[in-house]
């Protein structure tokens, strides 16, 4: 019997990056555990990559049109349902409704657009965290796109430290044996135990005011 219940509508943002296929893998996975779910991926070529004269409208050198990034798109996302299909078979992928959507301009603004005309749940993109320079001229999609789009975004990123990140360093493996041997009674090794690694711990006196009360001040 058709039912006429709003299926789950997810926009899901691809640049053809590792972390754009993540989002769309992610975006699949969300939707195979809905009994109704739409995937509307989309991918936005900006302005200045277009390839088209301000003046002329004529396509400059061997960037692609429009035309021929629409067929990128729909072959990529062919290939990665499919590839997605094959991965996860007990998965309810055969009640997902996928569409793709090019479009031009600027790619946090469009992809919220995207997800106010067709009533999206939810937003899916990836995150390559730039940082410094990069990031100051490029922007951050991700970012600009938490702050537009009309529904909760989910933010997809590989579980590691981004190489341009010096400030924040790995755990340190002394500390991470000691937890485990411990069975976490035991957090930090002897050396972050001691008046350098006071940062990492508090004392439940320290809260301001009440049990309810925050901030947490920090021993250092």
Known sequence: MPTTEKPYVIVVAVDYSGTGHMAFDRALELAAERPSAEVHVINVLPIYQAGFGEDTGAVLGNIPSIKESAEQL?????????AFKTS?????????????????????EEIA?????VEADLVVVGTHGRRGLTHLIMGS??????RLAPCPVLVVRP????PSAPAIQPPCPVCVETRRA????QYWCEQHSQHHGQRHTYHQSD??????NMPLVMRR
């Not at 657009?113 to 005309?117: G, I, K, R």
């Not at 809260?207 to 309810?212: D, I, L, M, P, S």
């Open 113 to 117: 657009q995207l997800a106010a005309d």
């Open 182 to 185: 411990s069975a976490g009674k």
């Open 88 to 108: 996860h078979p007990s998965a309810s992928a055969s009640a997902i409704n996928i569409r793709a959507h090019q479009r031009l301009e600027v790619p946090s």
């Open 141 to 146: 999609v991700a970012e600009a796109t938490v």
């Open 159 to 162: 579980k590691s430290l981004p």
């Open 207 to 212: 809260r301001v005011g009440t049990e309810t």
């Open 74 to 82: 729909r072959t990529y996302v062919d290939a990665r349902f499919a």
